[in-house]
């Protein structure tokens, strides 16, 4: 049974509107004052009768800061309830309201056909976004990998091993590769593949790009090995505006169009990190040759394995391996209480090809660095995975 709340002090609207659903469309009009504008949609729900919710229409006159307010906080706890602002077109309020997620404004002149017309329209998209929330959280893309890039110190390298397993992975399975930059403050994923992203990550999260998997992909920055990007906000302020369902929602659409989502995350263990991780199937850890990281990854790893949030196929990377460090393979594999996976010698190629912002596996450069990147990417190769007489974990040699 579809369900409308209305929320308006109008009543020739609500007299209107009433008119639209009875007799054709199931359910019932619920009607709310006005001064529940500033409440939480919590508090909102205790006020209705038990029937399901599908359209919240909003106005008119009321103040547009509050209705979009309103709109913006059931949007993003709500996803699955179709908004309508009932105000008078204009361009501005427009792209105001589709940032704030509503659906549809209408005219509060409009007839009730009209009326009729827009409300079948809203129950048609609540359906559709209710049966795609539940394929989302129930399955996953069978053959789709969520791959985190994650070490609780700086300075290891995680952006530059990300961005050659993107690229690595896009030599495998091209168009079918998307990296994000997950590092919301200070991401250099854009530097780090030389791209000037007209869009960004705060883009890929508006209302209109959670609802609709076409209009996002319109915020991916294509690169030239195939690939594409979603890199970090232009200002670290932005960062403030990208909530954890936002971002779990984001990660879950592009698993569902990609065959490859490579996930560069910031320094240290973030909320958005951990959202990060409860979505992906395979985490990278990245550590350098040097005490401080092996230490800041064993504490993070412990702190996660507590939190039950380790995906289950891991991957342990040493990179900038030097022997001449002081420190064994050995040494690190004991302070982690883990194996080490692969190993990326310390490299003047590599240190090139990052300042250049040409990843070394996009060049192929013969380097040592390129062979433990190689083997690195071919850890996700679906054909590698599928001999089962391979071992995942395997001692390196430095």
């Not at 504008?37 to 919710?53: D, G, N, V, W, Y």
């Not at 409300?119 to 559709?128: D, P, T, V």
């Not at 395979?282 to 995906?311: E, F, H, K, Y």
Request: glycine letters at 6%; a negative charge; hydrophobic letters at 40%.
């Amino acid at each position: 049974m579809s369900r409308f709340i209305l929320i308006s002090p109008n009543q020739e609207f609500e007299r209107r509107l009433r008119q639209a659903t009875t007799g054709s469309l199931p359910g019932n009009v619920q009607s709310l004052p006005a001064d529940v504008l500033h409440s939480q949609p919590q508090e909102i729900f205790a006020q209705l009768s038990a029937e399901r919710t599908e359209v919240l229409i909003i106005g008119p006159d009321l103040p547009l800061d509050d209705a979009l307010r309103l709109a913006t906080v059931f949007d993003v706890q709500h996803p699955e309830i179709s908004l309508i602002l009932v105000a008078e077109n204009q361009p501005e309020l427009i792209m105001h309201a589709m940032r704030a997620g509503v659906r549809d404004v209408l005219n509060p002149m409009a007839d009730v056909a009209n009326i009729r017309m827009l409300l079948e329209r809203a129950c048609q998209a609540s359906a559709s976004r209710k049966r795609s929330e539940a394929t989302m959280s129930a399955t996953r893309t069978e053959n789709s990998l969520v791959i985190g890039v994650f070490s609780p110190k700086g300075g290891v390298g995680k952006t530059t091993i990300a961005t050659n397993i993107a690229v690595g992975l896009g030599k495998i399975a091209p168009m079918n590769v998307v990296l994000v930059d997950l590092d919301l403050q200070f991401g250099d994923v854009a530097s780090g593949l030389y791209l000037n992203p007209e869009y960004t990550l705060t883009d890929a999260v508006t209302p209109s790009a959670s609802q609709d998997s076409m209009v996002l992909k319109a915020f991916l920055t294509a690169h030239p090995t195939g690939i594409y990007a979603l890199c970090a906000p232009k200002s670290p302020v932005e960062s403030d505006h990208i909530s954890v369902p936002q971002l779990s929602r984001l990660l879950q659409q592009l698993a569902m169009e990609f065959q490859y989502v490579v996930v560069d995350t910031g320094p240290g263990i973030t909320e958005h990190s951990l959202a990060a991780l409860e979505v992906c199937t395979d985490a990278v850890w990245v550590t350098g040759m040097d005490v401080p990281s092996v230490r800041g990854l064993r504490t993070g790893m412990d702190l996660l394995n507590q939190l039950d949030l380790i995906p289950e196929n891991r991957h342990v990377v040493l990179n900038f391996a030097d022997s001449k460090t002081g420190l064994s393979v050995q040494d690190i594999e004991a302070t982690l209480g883990a194996p080490v996976d692969i190993s990326v010698p310390r490299s003047r190629a590599l240190s090139v090809a990052t300042n250049r912002g040409v990843p070394l596996l996009q060049e192929e450069v013969r380097d040592p660095a390129t062979k433990g990147l190689r083997s690195l990417v071919k850890r996700f190769d679906p054909s590698w995975r599928a001999k089962s007489q391979r071992k995942l974990h395997r001692r390196v040699v430095v």
